[in-house]
């Protein structure tokens, strides 16, 4: 399985863009990376996905290292309501559409 | 976009009792969702798959006997915790995926269970 690793917790200050880490060394060609994050006791919000190329959409953008180790989730403009604990997913193609969570980063937007 | 809810978002039920929690897609199809379980401070751990038309898969070490998941059409799937217990109380969530290659999955807003 190709496993993620990120950091336990970050802070960014308001209105500060805000670079969350990723790291999946041991992912395959075809895997995708997924970015969710989850505000207390709801469920997890879809943010962006990508395969090689960067992805930008209305939330954030995804840069994806070339050697795809590694990628980097940026919230351009960090606001309160940003404040949410963030997973990077790559899913597990050979065991089906599952996805596995790992530990997250806690992302405190500070006032 | 793709909507999938989840019913009841919460309830309280007494050691014993059995508890249907029911997952469905709004707006497509899904022969496949995957049923997960939170508890507090931690990170989403996978319990199950539920398949239309056939047996869930569950994962190492989650009991199919305690947790019944029938997925009885395509757009519906229910998970019930038998004979709950209070260690049973956590954060159950479903989510599902459009079907197509790469698509993201998308969940429900989760059920909260406590178990008294």
């Known amino acids: 399985d190709a496993k993620t690793t990120q950091p336990t917790s970050m802070d960014c200050a308001e209105g500060r863009a805000a670079n969350l880490p990723c790291n999946h060394s041991t992912i395959s060609g075809n895997e995708y990376v997924y970015w969710y994050r989850q505000i207390h006791s709801q469920g997890p919000q879809y943010i962006i996905h990508?395969?090689?190329n960067n992805e930008t959409n209305e939330m954030a953008s995804l840069i994806i290292t070339e050697d795809r180790k590694s990628s980097t989730l940026i919230l351009p403009h960090a606001t309160l309501r940003d404040t949410a604990v963030y997973y990077c997913i790559v899913r597990v193609k050979n065991t089906g559409n599952q996805f596995y969570f790992g530990t997250g980063t806690s992302l405190t937007v500070i006032p | 976009g793709a909507v999938v809810s989840q019913h009841p978002s919460r309830v309280i039920c007494k050691s014993g009792t059995s508890v249907k929690i029911e997952c469905r897609s709004l707006?497509?199809?899904?022969?496949?969702m995957f049923w997960y379980r939170q508890f507090p401070k931690q990170s989403l751990m996978l319990m199950a798959t539920s398949n239309e038309g056939s047996k869930a898969t569950y994962e190492q070490g989650v009991e199919k006997d305690k947790f019944l998941i029938n997925h009885a059409s395509l757009t519906l799937s229910t998970l019930t915790v038998t004979s709950a217990h209070p260690e049973d109380s956590s954060f159950y969530i479903c989510?599902?995926?459009?079907?197509?290659?790469?698509?993201?999955?998308?969940f429900g807003n989760g059920t909260r269970l406590t178990v008294t």
């Open positions: 707006d497509f199809q899904a022969t496949t």
């Open positions: 990508g395969l090689k």
């Open positions: 989510s599902a995926p459009t079907g197509k290659i790469g698509s993201p999955l998308h």
